[in-house]
């Protein structure tokens, strides 16, 4: 019989009843280290204090207007994200998915109207993820999202990650935009190299095409920079964002520049709760934080530490682990063993990883993780390690 929840996960048998920083409390009293923070999501950590007041002052005043409304808190965290990246307007969504959604959209809008209506193809690259609607498997292409689920939205080019021959040859008359990861999440934490970043943004400029970032994942300060794309000084004409913006609660965004954005006029797209008051009063909570002059720095420092420590236990544990990969506090553990043990491992030393694609861990742990948490997660991560040597013998 069917679980009364769609099974469409398989579900570790944990069940997490208290947050608190970079802590998990299971319902029998067992405290977990986060290093997942619920893929990249809590980035202020559990329970912050600060989010909470946010959203529990808003909570108490108001919750929906739709809208059909001015929404202050909505204004307010759109002139932050102005304030604070490339982007000359912002569009807010609740899910990364739905930021690709409007992402799309967008491209092909722009062209539309600026006489080029065949251009229509967006090129995305293989390991990438973009969310599961039809767009978002279609944007990824691979077959372990898509098969089952066509026909697919059509307009999709799949490009080899890194084959810059197969790149310039597959831009024509159709494409309307590059979509890429700065740093591929669920494709096993691989981060674009700066100059190819350089590169991608010097091509479309040259082929009159828009770059669309997915900084879903790796956006919102963790890489060390508000946006990971800054690494590389440049910048995009479209960019998706999710996961950290709301700290836990559901909240994402598009963000866009004037020109690129000039097709979406009023009624041309929408949504029922994007950009509510509860979600962007948590965002703009947020926003203070990571806008804050000590707080990226901070993660920085953390990064390099926590990163040092993991190239000590990939040295230790050369069976089970074979490299150390990322960027700031998104980092992947490649595993020589399967990283699905290595998770489940981590299950049993009270350590929460997150499994991705190309076997590796990823470590994405709440950005305000303490050099105290740094020091537990490496002989929690260092016992679960030892377990899967003993069962290699
Ligand atoms: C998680 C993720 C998405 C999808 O976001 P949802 O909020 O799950 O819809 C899209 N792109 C990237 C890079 C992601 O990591």
């Not at 002139?79 to 998915?97: E, M, R």
């Not at 008051?277 to 806008?291: E, I």
Request: proline share 5%; charged share 20%.
């Amino acid at each position: 019989m069917i679980p009364s929840v769609l099974p469409t996960y398989n579900r570790a048998p944990l069940t997490f009843v208290k947050g608190e920083g970079s802590w998990l409390i299971e319902a029998d009293g067992r405290r977990f280290l986060d290093l997942g923070a619920g893929i990249a999501v809590n980035a202020l950590g559990h329970a912050h204090p600060d989010l909470v007041a946010a959203l529990t002052e808003q909570a108490g005043a108001l919750w929906h207007t739709s809208n059909l409304y001015q929404i202050p808190k909505q204004q307010e965290l759109a002139d932050k994200l102005v304030a604070h990246s490339f982007a000359d307007t912002v569009f807010f969504t609740n899910s990364g998915t739905e930021s690709c959604e409007l992402a799309i959209k967008m491209a092909r809008k722009h062209f539309y109207d600026a006489g080029q209506p065949e251009r229509t193809d967006i090129i995305a690259f293989e390991g990438s993820f973009h969310g599961r609607s039809s767009a978002g498997i279609a944007a990824a292409g691979s077959e372990k999202m898509t098969k089952g689920f066509g026909p697919l939205l059509p307009g999709f080019k799949h490009l080899a990650w890194g084959d810059h021959e197969a790149l310039h040859a597959a831009i024509d008359e159709r494409t309307a935009a590059i979509l890429i990861e700065p740093v591929q999440g669920e494709g096993g934490i691989r981060p674009l190299p700066d100059h190819c970043l350089k590169g991608l943004r010097a091509l479309c400029d040259d082929k009159g095409i828009l770059l669309i970032l997915d900084e879903v994942q790796c956006g919102m300060g963790r890489t060390g920079r508000l946006f990971a794309h800054e690494w590389a000084g440049v910048t995009p004409d479209i960019m998706m964002v999710a996961k950290g913006i709301g700290g836990g609660f559901p909240l994402g965004a598009v963000l866009a520049t004037e020109a690129a954005a000039a097709g979406m006029t009023a009624g041309t797209h929408g949504s029922t709760y994007g950009g509510n008051p509860l979600g962007c009063a948590v965002g703009s909570a947020v926003m203070d934080h990571m806008t804050d002059p000590d707080f990226l720095p901070e993660v920085n420092r953390k990064a390099s530490l926590l990163r040092q420590k993991l190239e000590g236990l990939v040295a230790a544990h050369p069976q089970v682990f074979e490299e150390v990969r990322g960027s700031g506090l998104m980092l992947g553990l490649k595993c020589k063993a399967l990283n699905a043990d290595v998770v489940n491992a981590g299950y049993r030393a009270l350590v929460l990883a997150v499994p991705a694609a190309d076997n590796v861990i990823r470590l994405l742990p709440p950005l305000t993780l303490s050099e105290e948490d740094i020091a537990e997660a490496i002989v929690r991560l260092d016992k679960a390690a030892t377990q899967i040597e003993q069962t290699l013998g």
